[in-house]
């Protein structure tokens, strides 16, 4: 499923128009940006979280000449799986 598969059905569910529903979901999309951005976490209960994990500088190796590389420090977003997610994939 894709944005656009999301706000059909969206759409198809409630009695919004289609720009209504993309609007809606953009919304959506756009506050979990903003959160995750200052460092937040977004919890939806049931379904996932959201988060963002530090890592500190650390000194990694360039593949192809061996060479050390200095790896400055940084933020990535992660993804948990909630506990009736994982029940309804794994059957």
Known sequence: MNKLDLIDAL?????????????????????????????????IRGLC??????????TGRNPKTGEKVKIKPKKLPFF????????RVDY
């Open 11 to 43: 759409k198809n569910e409630t009695s919004i128009t289609k720009a209504e529903a993309a609007k809606v979901i953009q919304i959506f999309f756009d506050s979990m940006s903003d959160a995750l951005s200052k460092n937040g976490r977004v919890e």
């Open 49 to 58: 979280s959201f988060f963002v994990k530090s890592y500190k500088p650390y």
């Open 80 to 87: 948990k799986c909630g506990k009736e997610l994982k029940a």
